[in-house]
C-alpha cells in the first residue's frame, strides 16, 4: 500500500486501543473496505479502522456516505486522511 499512497485518501473511521472494540467493529462492519494498520496512541499500540482507499479527496468525500452507521454511533465522526498519514 505504501508504494502508491501518495496523493491517495482514506477514511479513518475509528481508532480503538482495545482488541475487543476491534473485533466488534469488525463483526458491526466486515467489508472489503475496512482495513486495519496499527498505530501508537501516547506510548499504547492501538488500532487505526479505515474504509476504503480513494484516488484524491473528492473520492473520498463521495465514499463517506458509504461508510457503516456503526462508525458514527456515540459521536464518532470518520474523517478523510491523506493515506500516506495513515500508514505506520
Do not use: H, T
Not at 24 to 38: G, Q, T
Not at 65 to 83: D, E, T
Request: charged residues 20%.
Amino acid at each position: 500500500m505504501a508504494p502508491a499512497a501518495r496523493g491517495r485518501f482514506s477514511v479513518q473511521v475509528l481508532v480503538a486501543c482495545d482488541p475487543v472494540n476491534v473485533q466488534k467493529a469488525v463483526s458491526a462492519a466486515a467489508a472489503d473496505e475496512l482495513f486495519i494498520l496499527p498505530v501508537n496512541v501516547k506510548g499504547k499500540a492501538c488500532y487505526r479502522l479505515c474504509w476504503g482507499v480513494y484516488d484524491d479527496r473528492p473520492a473520498a468525500e463521495a465514499a463517506l456516505s458509504g461508510v457503516p452507521s456503526y462508525f458514527r454511533q456515540g459521536g464518532l465522526v470518520p474523517r478523510l486522511s491523506p493515506l500516506a498519514e495513515l500508514l505506520p
